[in-house]
């Protein structure tokens, strides 16, 4: 065997590129049929620029007769989705539309290596301008609310609680935005 063998292939690294891409649009798929009745349905520092992108989307589809005639097709949807949001990162708490220049992720990277993708671990969801909070995310940080309350509890530093104090002001921010996306619903 070749020591070519095991090494990336570019092309078959563009085809799963293209492959991640197509799954996150069929997720957003759901999304862009919510925002086609006029609702919001993101929040967060990045939910203007999704809410954009989205509603670029439809205006494509209702402003195009071929389109409107397909628009049972799901498959029209993702393409478009995938093609609107390239750079868009499907996360556990958050959702990142990927700006390198304003991406909080990138601060403690070193220059040479800043740009490249997102730290989706090292993301700060209440500060990032490329942070988009969506319904499905609720869970996650009502867990996290609920485990800084119940640490809060024990007898801790002073260091110690005035960090975990600042982090629950931080959950309790994004939680507070899903309450007003709730209510909108």
Known sequence: MSGAYGQIDAKWAKEFDTDLQTAAARKLVGLLKARRSGGTIAVGPGAA???????????????????????????????LLRDEFADF???????????????????????????????LGACQPSRCRNSVLTLSHERIWRMEEADLVEFLKKKLSKPLRDQALARLAEVRSATQQIDRLKENA
């Open 89 to 119: 990162h499907l996360g556990t708490v958050n959702h990142c539309m990927w700006n390198a220049p304003t991406a909080e992720c990138q601060n403690q990277l070193p220059p040479a290596q800043r740009g490249q993708a997102p730290l």
């Open 49 to 79: 620029r999704f809410h954009a992108g989205l509603d670029k989307v439809n205006a494509a589809i209702a402003q195009t007769p071929t389109l409107r005639a397909e628009i049972a097709d799901e498959r029209l949807e993702i393409t």
